[in-house]
């Protein structure tokens, strides 16, 4: 194999003539050099002058978070309740509307960060190369206030509605799936 390989870089194929191929070709030919333009400009691990910056930093803000959480206990209920976790039915927690977005720096134990950033990684990171550091950014964020905002209401079209916190970046990843 390391001998077809030598002899295929020592003479190369010649580039194609007009008319070579047929239109059917062609189309793919076409095609797969726009796949590659594409998966070369966006790539999660493309080397370009776009630095990923700004999903990098939301990712250290997220595991920063996390170790504030360690002390106390990142299953700890109350520990993530005095740390700004979203009670629900928020009727427990009145005029605290704050919560929405602290809730969605929180994770309930490591397993649930190390998802959330490795997803958050790779989308955002491709999302930001594609749209710029704003968009992405306003994008996550919307998606994290709206998902920890619709939830509790969701909750409330349940007859037994459960008593529960909620934490995580689950809304703000999903919003960047949905991107």
């Given at each position: ?9 020592d003479?190369?194929?010649p580039p ?71 009670k ?27 998802m ?10 491709r ?11 306003v ?41």
């Amino acid at each position: 194999l390391g001998s077809m390989i030598a002899r295929r870089i020592d003479s190369p194929l010649p580039p194609l003539r007009e008319g070579e191929l047929d239109a059917s070709a062609s189309a793919i030919r076409s095609r797969l050099a726009e796949d590659v333009a594409h998966e070369t400009h966006y790539a999660v691990l493309h080397a370009g002058s776009r630095r990923p910056w700004a999903t990098w930093s939301i990712a250290g803000l997220l595991i920063a978070v996390f170790l504030f959480e360690l002390p106390g206990g990142s299953t700890n209920s109350d520990n993530l309740m005095r740390l700004g976790a979203l009670k629900i039915p928020t009727t427990l927690t009145p005029g605290e509307s704050w919560r929405m977005l602290t809730a969605g720096l929180l994770h309930f134990g490591p397993l649930h960060l190390v998802m959330n950033v490795l997803v958050l990684l790779y989308l955002g990171s491709r999302l930001e190369r594609a749209w710029g550091p704003l968009r992405m950014v306003v994008t996550y964020a919307v998606a994290t206030v709206t998902s920890m905002g619709l939830a509790p209401y969701l909750l409330t079209l349940a007859e037994n509605q459960p008593e529960a916190i909620l934490v995580g970046a689950s809304g703000g990843v999903m919003g960047l799936l949905g991107g």
